[in-house]
C-alpha cells in the first residue's frame, strides 16, 4: 500500500493534519504524520507503549473501529530546537455518554523531527483523560528591583 504523502511544511502543519485525520478517522493520512522510523512510539491514555509503524497502525485501526476521535489541540507550548519540534498540548475530547455529548481533557506530547520528507511525528504520549481541565502550573522568575 502506498503511503499518503504529506508537503514538508512546518510542525504545526503536520500536527494540523495529523488532528485532522484523527477526527475524521482517515487512517492512511495519520499514518502520513509519522516518520518512517522503525522507532517511533505512540501511548494512548493508560494503554502500552507501542513501538514501530505495525504497532502504532493497528492500534489506531482498532480506535477507529469506534469510529473517528474528536481531539482539538488546545494550549500548545512549543519548544522548537533546529530538527526537532516538541508539543505540549491539551486535547479536549468529545465523549458521547449517557448524559449526552461530554469533554474530556487529555495531557499529551507530539514530538516531530524534520525529515527529507518534511516534518514528521516521531513520539505521540497521552496522559488519562480527565473530566475536568487540568491546570497549568508555571513558576514565575522573581522580579528583580
Known sequence: MRKTKLPPGSPDDTEHAFYDAL????????????????????????GPR????????A?????????????????????????????SVVERVEVLSDDGLQHAWVVAT??????AQGWRLVAHHASP???TEPPE????PPVLH
Open 23 to 46: 477526527q475524521n478517522g482517515d487512517l492512511e493520512r495519520l499514518m502520513a504524520c509519522w516518520a518512517d522510523e522503525d522507532d517511533i512510539v505512540c501511548v494512548h491514555p493508560g
Open 50 to 57: 507501542m513501538v514501530g509503524h505495525a504497532a502504532v497502525r
Open 59 to 87: 492500534a489506531f485501526e482498532a480506535l477507529f473501529a469506534n469510529g473517528s476521535v474528536k481531539a482539538h489541540p488546545e494550549k500548545v507550548r512549543r519548544l522548537d530546537a533546529g530538527s526537532c519540534s516538541v508539543h
Open 110 to 115: 507530539n514530538v516531530y523531527a524534520k525529515t
Open 129 to 131: 483523560g480527565s473530566r
Open 137 to 140: 502550573v508555571t513558576t514565575t
